[in-house]
């Protein structure tokens, strides 16, 4: 950090200063956070492993161990604990045993489990003597547990010990990363003559880690943080977004409101959804997106996709299929879509043209809106 200053010759010397100070002591804040998450994860995995080879009674819960311990732990509140997380955590300590590196001399006195483990004949010594591996506070200080996540799916060591130097090296972001292994960067580094060229070139177009990412699901969870708090993408999408949904409540079209920033899991992936209402006439949930920018094919297929899932997932006997309501504005210009997905009853879409706002309606209330917002700017 840069020296303090006793006083300050002007004004914007003193907003410099704290500018600075906020920037440099927010990223070791969230470089704790991360670190301390990571470590949590690991030792979970630990744990497991340990009392599948060790436990008394482990035989009496068999496959169903993870299932019964997932039930515990959710009973005490501690997020991210169902069988599929216990599942990784456990993949996670056997895939990066040089992890226990990075525990620091205190920790390691507080948990008598660890003393044993850096013996030579210890599983997790072998294990970490047979690959060739990158140090674990390399993986623990520069990669957060999203990117840890990613990287266990990654199958091959070789392949996946390639993207952790190339994500550490390069500061990748985690969508990054997960652009990089899908565009099999690997396999084209394999074959290209020029391997640094073709790095270099990786790595000048490559998105960049802009530090603690709060909307992280897994540091939001590990610091009891709920959707509302960390979802929103500006304050001016925060601003639309609490107006909105005060809109639809005030239509009296028969929403009921039920959740901001619905989180839904649709693979190894967590999404949200902007807005979920139910409509207590057409029977359905409504779920609503609001994006600032033009509508494209790409936003309605997400939207789509959400309605898909809670079709799937989130409807009940008596329940009709669920809508969505797709809103995108770019200052002057705003456009309501509907996604109709499954709705092939024709008489249900009627009622539901009929009950729902009309597209007039939202674009008129968008326009509003963002004139307001802007003129209190």
Not at 160 to 188: C, H, P, T
Request: net charge negative.
């Amino acid at each position: 950090m840069s020296d303090s200053v006793s006083t300050f010759n002007t004004l914007a010397e003193l907003v410099q200063q704290i500018q600075i100070t906020h920037a440099e002591l927010s990223a070791q804040a969230g470089k704790a956070v991360n670190v301390s998450l990571t470590l949590r994860n690991w030792l979970i995995g630990l744990y497991i492993a340990e009392y599948e080879q060790q436990g008394k009674d482990r035989a009496e819960y068999g496959a169903g161990l993870l299932t019964n311990l997932a039930t515990k732990l959710q009973r005490l509140k501690i997020p991210s604990s169902d069988p599929r997380e216990l599942r990784r955590y456990r993949r996670f300590y056997q895939t990066y045993p040089q992890i226990r590196e990075s525990l620091t001399p205190e920790l390691t006195r507080r948990i008598p489990l660890l003393a044993n483990l850096g013996g030579a004949d210890s599983q997790i010594a072998k294990q970490a003597g047979n690959q060739a591996k990158t140090p674990g506070f390399k993986l623990i200080s520069q990669l957060s547990f999203t990117h840890i996540a990613e990287l266990l799916r990654v199958e091959d060591p070789t392949k996946r010990a390639f993207y952790e130097v190339e994500a550490i090296q390069g500061n990748w972001s985690v969508r990054e990363l997960k652009r990089q292994i899908g565009s099999l960067y690997f396999e084209r580094s394999g074959l290209s003559k020029n391997k640094q060229k073709l790095s270099q070139l990786a790595q000048d177009g490559a998105e960049q880690n802009a530090g603690l990412n709060i909307r992280d699901p897994y540091i939001f969870e590990f610091l009891g943080l709920v959707p509302t708090e960390v979802m929103s993408e500006s304050h001016l999408e925060q601003q639309l977004v609490d107006k909105l949904q005060d809109f639809l409540l005030e239509l009296g079209h028969g929403f009921c409101f039920e959740a901001r920033q619905k989180r839904i899991l649709i693979g190894d992936e967590h999404f949200f959804v902007d807005l979920v209402f139910y409509h207590r006439i057409l029977k359905c949930h409504v779920l609503v997106e609001l994006k600032l920018e033009r509508f494209s094919h790409q936003n309605l297929g997400q939207l789509n996709t959400y309605v898909s899932w809670y079709q799937a997932n989130m409807m009940t006997d008596g329940d009709n299929p669920p809508v969505g309501i797709l809103l995108c504005t770019d200052k002057n210009h705003a456009l309501a879509e509907y996604a109709l997905a499954g709705m092939d009853n024709q008489l249900f879409v009627a009622k539901y043209q009929l009950e729902l706002p009309k597209k007039e309606e939202m674009q008129r209330f968008i326009d509003e809106q963002m004139k307001q917002l802007e003129d209190a700017e």
